[in-house]
């Protein structure tokens, strides 16, 4: 369907006729003579100014037409696509930490830090949330909010593979994560409110301590997942080696996860963190609803464009003119007398 988003765009049409005939007119003032050896070229003047005001005022009025017509914002409305009302508010907290630099974990194959296997299966998970609304929180000394609870899933999944360790320092606050989400979810009224906190370490820094965050996420009804990350071992040349050791406090994420409602689990590779995103899944399942959008098109650059060629048009066609007319006036010179 076509419609105009701003209609009375089109009061503005009689502008131009209000301000000709309500301006006052510019004071004549008296031609100097100019004496000319015949008359012929000004024979027929005034059907000459007539044709001429004419093919002046139709492309201004084409033009004009056109820049009202594109401010009254012309768009395409496609066909309604049901969308999900409802669905879950689902935050992830990242550990960025300097102990996720361990090279632990292994993704098809390959040795790699812990960060790089969470961004590897974070991103799956991410792409699956259709009708979720996700946000971001990075921290390490502090948490920080990288992504506010948003419908754009590509966003999300951006600015989570533009993280680096080490970003916001080389601690672990827990208790801050935990903390900025709950402030987050208390600006939504209606929600569905859940946290995935994903670290490998305890808590070390940060304003709050993680039994002070506990206090308030149960307070405010927000259901945390605590993922402990980190293995033992490390593979090197097919061997099992030590490595930097999966150092989190397991009791203090397992107390914030039975307090909240959630659940801890322990991500010791690529296919243990699968699984626990699998049965999130299960654990907190979306309510679809049935509300309906419908695609708008802008399709206001087309009148706009037509008017910026016009007028493209008209100054090559007044440049074309004023050089045809320099052109006889130096023939008409070379031809005249002397003296006249």
Known sequence: MFEFSFPWAF??????????????????????????????????????????????????????????????????????????????????????SGSMKARDMEVRGQLVDRLSMIKFVLGDFISRRVGDRLGLILFADTAYLQAPLTYDRTTVETLLNESLIGLVGDNTAVGDAIGLAVKRFRLRDESNRVLILLTDGRNTAGNITPEQALTLAVENQVTIYTIGVGSNQRSMFGFSMPSAGADFDEASLRNIAEQTGGQFFKAQDTQSLVQIYQRLDLLEPVEAGNEKMRPQQALYFWPLGMALLMSILMACYRIIQASRLRRLSQAEERNLPGDL
Do not use: C
């Open 11 to 96: 009061v503005l049409l009689p502008l131009p006729l209000l301000v000709y005939f309500l301006l006052p007119e510019k004071e004549e003032k008296e031609n100097t003579a100019l004496r000319v050896p015949n008359t012929h070229a000004f024979l027929g003047n005034n059907t000459a100014v007539d044709a001429k005001n004419f093919s002046t005022l139709l492309p201004l009025t084409l033009m004009w037409l056109l820049v009202v017509t594109a401010s009254a914002r012309p768009q395409w409305l496609g066909e309604p696509i049901a969308i999900p009302t409802e669905g879950r508010d689902l935050m992830v907290a990242v550990d960025l």
